[in-house]
């Protein structure tokens, strides 16, 4: 839907050729309309995830963010990306163009920002997303997808069974607000290390103070990535039960590994389904977390003549 450019549905054949919609949400745009806070499937804009109490400065200037993730401003503030209608163009049957010109000053952001976001589903298989941007001041962007993943099925009452990895041997620690602390922390002998691959729910048990914080995983990691230009293997995910895998392929430097730890059966999806707590998943490809505030994180500031 161009409401947020939400992906609504996702069908995949499981490993008996049984087609399975894999992506969390709604029946209805009313229940979109009105149940937003959970950004099922959604494109996340000005800024995916979150910024430290909705505050940073940019060419000598301090501007101030909504705050509705309490202390900080969370994936652009309550009338981000998320919340819009997008201007919609079908290219072809695999090829859809959506594009949102968001006004200088709204939700707190510098510059008039022209955002374009294609996406195209091939023959393979892939759900390709690839976005653009340009602004007529300098601003701050960072987009993703928000979309809920469950590889038994949408509904289905657990991911905890699924096999996960992902290719990094750092991740970014988190204070009690889910802000990066600045440093870089190796997975290693962690229950963040998944290197290689295994159950997401072999180490919720963990007493990691990490694991406290995010009520789970709600983390960044920094992937490792070659020289070599290109698309590279972000994480994979399989579900035994189904036989479906899922690989994710970025340029970005950092995924977002959400484990629905707020989801907690109170929002009712598709076919009348509840989503239990840790009934999804998000892997959300970015840059990270306050980039904007880190002067040791790479910079996602977009200047006037330049492309995001």
Known sequence: TNFGGRIVSFMVPDKAGKPTDIVLGYDSLNHYLHNNEAYFGALIGRYGNRIAKGSFQLEGRTYQLPINNAPNSLHGGPKGFHNQVWD??????QHLELQYVSKDGEEGY????????????TDENALQIDYTATADKATVVNLTNHAYFNLNGAGAATINDHLLQINADHFTPVDSTLIPTGVLAAVKGTAFDFTKAHAIGDSLGSK???MINGKG?????ALNRTAAPGLQTAATVYAPSTGIQMEVLTLEPGIQFYGGNFLDGSLVGKQGKP????????????????????????STVLLPGKTY
């Open 275 to 298: 989503y239990a707590f840790r009934s999804a998943f998000c892997l959300e490809t970015q840059h990270f977390p306050d980039a904007p505030n880190q002067k040791s994180f790479a």
């Open 88 to 93: 919609a163009k079908l290219i072809d049957a």
């Open 217 to 221: 995983y709600d983390h960044n990691f």
């Open 208 to 210: 990691d103070i990490q």
């Open 110 to 121: 510098p510059g008039n920002l022209t955002a374009k976001v294609v996406y195209t589903l």
